[in-house]
């Protein structure tokens, strides 16, 4: 399974391309879903579908279509975080002190987690089902805060693990001196196999790399949309240095909205815009009439450099 | 007569394995005092990472602290028992170092 990102400035096609990428690909044989992180979702006006959280096949064709609610992923991780806050703390139900817990909605950073958390189920689940996974990412700067979620998570919980290590060298010493590890009657694991603070670090460790190495292997792509102006070159440029700090591999670029690719603007935001990144391949794709109801048909092939 | 020699050296080995014995027991256990306060400091540590939010340190993700707190009970007694000897910390280092 192969993955594609889609990601750009506001407004310059990310999603019509997305959607005309993943149309290519399934016409080109492959079991294709297309998904959307983005909150203002316009698959659904793409495709003339209603669309929500679950696949939906596109005219029994092999294009399937989801709209990831944010919204909706971000209530599902408090509902559960939630559930067990409520058990641990159930001996506050009688006065009603549950119900402070709903301030948790406003934390910060619930958005990027419940998307991550997506992300990582999504991967999991659909390996077997689909030749490709078309993603169409919300604005900039919450997609570069997603895409290095996973990163920052590992590097957190590699620190714990250490300190771990540390704690459990320590009780497997004081075991090995006085006997069998016991404190006050409670016996604590001193190796890290019977720790289950270990085990969960481990697991937790497991599972994020699996997200990391995915979004950095050869089966990721992630693709820059751009047009020719100065507004979306300068947010392009930046974009693209967060992808490359991320180790992200940068496939693609598609010029879009393209009128005259001779014009001295489209030459000048190409040409800075690609100053030094030799591996970032270019497509032009042509200004795309929008009142056309089948604007993900286009003649452009899109998909010869993924 | 040959035999009450043997006694004697005999017993002369069980006073020596005797002392030691003490000596070893006394020594561990001076050794297995400071490591135990230190898996103290570091257990305190470990959840006062996890806590970070409330003391105003960087602090892991918060799911990351979500899923390990409850399997943490032990280390949060010891973060309870630290925070309410940390007035009286110079008589905990006194007494580790056995300074009186």
Redesign the interface.
């Known amino acids: 399974m192969k993955t594609i990102f889609f990601t750009g400035k506001g407004g310059v096609g990310k999603s019509t391309l997305s959607s005309a990428v993943a149309w290519q690909l399934m016409e080109a044989g492959n079991r294709v879903l297309l998904v959307s992180f983005d909150p203002a979702h316009n698959l659904g006006d793409i495709f003339h579908m209603k669309l929500s959280h679950r696949k939906k096949r596109f005219k029994k064709t092999n294009l399937f279509l989801q709209e990831t609610n944010l919204e909706q992923a971000a209530n599902d991780y408090i509902e559960a975080n939630m559930s067990l806050l409520n058990e641990v703390y159930s001996y506050m139900k009688p006065f009603n002190m549950d119900n402070y817990f709903n301030v948790l909605k406003y934390s910060p950073g619930v958005e990027e987690y419940a998307a991550i958390t997506a992300m990582e189920k999504l991967f999991r689940e659909e390996q077997e089902n689909y030749d490709y996974i078309v993603i169409d990412t919300p604005p900039t700067g919450l997609t570069l805060r997603i895409l290095a979620l996973p990163r920052i998570t590992v590097a957190w919980i590699d620190r714990l693990i250490k300190l771990r290590k540390q704690i459990l060298e320590k009780r497997y010493t004081i075991h090995k001196i006085t006997g069998k590890y016991s404190e006050k009657g409670t016996k604590l694991a001193y190796e890290e196999k019977d720790d289950t603070v270990m085990r969960k670090l481990n697991d937790m460790r497991e599972r994020y790399d699996a997200v990391q190495l995915k979004l950095e292997g050869d089966e990721n792509s992630v693709c820059i949309v751009f047009n020719p102006d100065y507004l979306s070159l300068r947010e392009s440029q930046r974009l693209m240095d967060g992808v490359e700090e991320l180790n992200l591999p940068l496939r693609v670029a598609y010029h879009n909205k393209l009128k005259d690719p001779e014009s001295e603007v489209a030459q000048k935001v190409e040409h800075e815009l690609l100053n030094g990144r030799s591996g970032v391949k270019v497509e032009h794709v042509y200004t795309i009439d929008h009142t056309e109801p089948t604007c993900y048909i286009m003649d452009t092939d899109l998909i010869q450099s993924l | 007569m040959h035999g009450g020699k043997e006694g004697v050296i005999a017993r002369i080995f069980r006073y020596l394995r005797f002392f030691f014995s003490v000596m070893d027991i006394s020594h561990?256990?001076k050794?297995?005092e400071v490591?135990?306060f230190?898996?103290k400091e570091?257990?305190n540590?470990?959840v006062l990472?996890m806590m970070g939010s409330f003391t105003g340190v960087p602090s892991?993700?918060?799911?990351?602290a979500?899923?390990?707190l409850?399997?943490?009970d032990?280390e949060i007694k010891v973060l309870n028992e630290r925070a309410k000897d940390s007035f009286d910390s110079l008589s905990d280092m006194a007494s580790l170092l056995d300074i009186d």
């Open positions: 561990r256990s050794v297995v490591t135990e230190e898996v570091l257990e540590l470990f990472l892991p993700p918060s799911f990351v979500a899923e390990l409850p399997h943490l032990h």
